[in-house]
């Protein structure tokens, strides 16, 4: 909104006087309002509003008074005598102070009341015939709010409990991909008695959740809480990096920068400044790390932007010795951003929903909660999330379960507690599509010991590598976020083992029972160690790979090349359908298949055998269906 100022409005006042029937005006009444004109440039406000009073007892047609009151009023915070003196000053004027309605308008706008609101910009605009930018979304955004107010989105907030929320202020909720810890920000502005702190502080907390419910929230501690202020955080997919802002430290590159820390052991490592190019002499807060781990959205006021606050990527380019992931390649989300402030980004463990805050789009009242979603490599036109999701005062910070049925996020809807962190079940029409996950743990076969390892997860329908976690960023286990859609191929792989392989299907969805949990037992490499590779695929009745094989392929090869020393021969197994013949047949076309394009990539022809040996080793029931699948199956074994 364009503030009214007293010195331009009221030398805007004194050049359309004469416009007023003068005649009509006492020479007591002109020189009163020229006094209040001298007293309101002088700063005596107080003064200046008495004299205009004085002028309006003694001609209440004197409409210059009720528009220098309603200016006094906007400079003294007092919009309710704002807008009661500028709607009788233009009662008065007619159309003599166009901007009049404008101002008027955006008043009414904040006030929620968008149905007289949109009446006076419509009128503005029908006076001023060519609108500027801020006008035009002034206009819209009245339109917008006056059909959303008439057909609302379900929405019923919900208080989490005193677990979370106390007396403090809290918000900005970040999530684990099981839902089960929550780390927010907190505000102390009180000390334990109640008093006000000369230093407000700002802190992480940490609540998890059980059959019990949400528990009573924890600082994350030192080394993360320090004296300085900590806020609006991520926390990745396996809660074990959590990136924030920090302000004002000894290290920072501009006025706020993107600090990094790992959970290693249940222990936070000192934070890291994330360095440029994530962070610049601007500012930069807000961030948003993708489920995957590859993408981190973030908000800066960088030059190159669109606007005043803009929406920003950097993409994952290495990992560092001890596990700190690197981001670079930074680039604008062009598509988002508009002229105002776009902030708060949330990407979706779906890869594609992303939602955001944004006050250059029209919506009804500071900053509004949108909706995008990723189409062919682009974000589609951003759809405000309705009435009552978004009202006349800030929405922002929205992050969403992985399951897409659960919004979080902070509101101070409710002044009388401050901002506090709230959910709400979300319309159909606004989830994100669901995802489930996989949790793993990975050991020596042996000897049971738990090994880090590095963890691949492929999409097979693309043979694109979907997520890479490296041996430096786990100690044993991991966690993969599953998009429902798509088939996958999971890699395990540490030096001196043989990798492990499994298949998870999920082009037509999953149901919402327990996510998938796995033992991964990891061969050391020694004669007679054997993995069965469970992302090979042959056409029905046939040697022929399909496509969806390429990337278990790929990991084989690879696997020849940094064991050099080693000679692999590849078994196929089929089940008892048909005959023996037949099937001794097809396994040794099929071993022979996968031997031939390991060749193609360039492994000594030498170092590979290739041997069916049909039905002979079952493990499974060739009786039903589920151990037919299984017996089904291509071995790679140490020779």
Not at 42 to 50: E, F, T
Not at 128 to 146: D, G, I, Q, T
Not at 232 to 245: P, V
Not at 529 to 537: E, H, P, Q
Request: net charge neutral; hydrophobic share 35%; with cysteine.
């Amino acid at each position: 909104m364009k503030l009214l100022s007293l010195f331009v409005s009221f030398f805007m006042f004194s050049v359309v006087l004469h416009a007023q029937n003068t005649t009509a005006i006492q020479k007591k009444t002109v020189s009163l309002y020229n006094e209040a004109l001298s007293l309101s440039q002088r700063g005596n406000s107080l003064k200046a509003s008495q004299l205009l009073h004085e002028i309006l007892k003694a001609d209440s047609t004197y409409y210059m008074a009720h528009f220098a009151l309603a200016d006094l009023s906007h400079e003294a915070g007092k919009p309710e005598e704002e807008v009661t003196h500028l709607t009788k000053g233009l009662a008065l004027s007619g159309d003599v102070y166009p901007a009049g309605f404008k101002f008027l308008a955006e008043l009414l706008y904040k006030k929620a009341e968008y149905v007289e609101a949109l009446r006076r910009m419509e009128h503005f605009a029908l006076l001023k015939r060519s609108l500027n930018p801020e006008e035009r979304l002034l206009l819209a955004s009245c339109r917008f709010s006056v059909e959303a107010v008439k057909h609302p989105v379900a929405f019923q907030p919900t208080d989490p409990g005193d677990s979370i929320n106390t007396s403090a202020e809290e918000y900005w909720p970040s999530f684990n991909a099981e839902a089960n810890e929550l780390v927010f920000t907190r505000l102390e502005t009180r000390d334990k008695y109640g008093l006000k702190i000369y230093k407000p502080q700002e802190d992480f907390y940490l609540s998890k959740h059980d059959s019990s419910g949400w528990r009573k929230a924890v600082p994350l501690g030192y080394p993360v809480n320090t004296d300085e202020n900590e806020g609006a955080q991520t926390l990745s997919a396996d809660g074990r990096l959590l990136i924030f802002t920090g302000c004002g430290r000894a290290d920072v590159i501009g006025s706020c920068d993107l600090y990094i820390s790992m959970n290693k052991n249940g222990k936070w490592t000192i934070p890291l400044n994330m360095g440029e190019p994530v962070n610049s002499g601007a500012w930069e807060s807000q961030p948003s790390l993708s489920a995957d781990g590859e993408t981190l959205l973030f908000v800066s006021s960088r030059k190159g932007g669109m606007g005043k606050m803009d929406i920003w990527k950097a993409e994952k380019i290495g990992v560092s010795p001890d596990g700190i992931p690197q981001f670079g390649n930074v680039s604008n989300v062009s598509e988002l951003n508009t002229s105002g402030n776009d902030i708060s980004p949330f990407l979706h463990a779906d890869g594609k929903t992303l939602f955001f805050a944004s006050d250059g789009r029209p919506g009804l009242g500071g900053t509004d909660l949108f909706l995008t979603r990723m189409v062919n490599g682009k974000y589609s036109a951003p759809v405000n999330l309705g009435y009552p999701i978004n009202t006349n005062r800030n929405e922002e910070g929205l992050v969403v379960e992985i399951s897409g049925e659960k919004a979080w996020f902070t509101s101070d809807r409710y002044p009388a507690r401050g901002r506090d962190i709230l959910f709400f079940t979300l319309p159909d029409s606004l989830r994100p599509d669901p995802v489930s996950y996989l949790k793993g743990e990975i050991a020596d076969a042996k000897t049971g010991r738990k090994l880090n390892a590095e963890v691949v997860l492929s999409n097979l329908l693309t043979n694109k590598i979907v997520c890479r976690i490296t041996d430096a960023e786990n100690d044993g286990t991991f966690l993969v976020c599953l998009p429902s859609g798509q088939n996958y191929g999971l890699s395990i792989s540490r030096k001196g083992y043989l990798f492990s392989s499994e298949n998870i299907p999920l082009l037509n969805g999953f149901t919402k029972d327990r996510p998938r949990e796995l033992n991964i037992r990891l061969q050391p490499i020694v004669s007679g160690a054997s993995t069965t590779l469970k992302n090979i695929f042959f056409e029905t009745n046939s040697w022929v790979l399909q496509a969806a094989s390429q990337s278990q392929l790929d990991e084989m090869a690879q696997f020849m090349k940094m064991n050099p020393s080693v000679s692999m021969e590849v078994v196929g197994h089929t089940d008892k359908v048909g005959t023996e013949a037949y099937n001794l047949a097809l396994s040794q076309k099929r071993a022979e298949a996968v031997v031939s394009e390991l060749k193609k990539r360039n492994i000594e022809p030498f170092r590979l055998t290739g041997k069916g040996v049909g039905f002979s080793v079952p493990v499974g029931d060739n009786s039903t269906g589920e151990g037919r699948s299984a017996n089904r199956r291509t071995e790679f074994l140490v020779k």
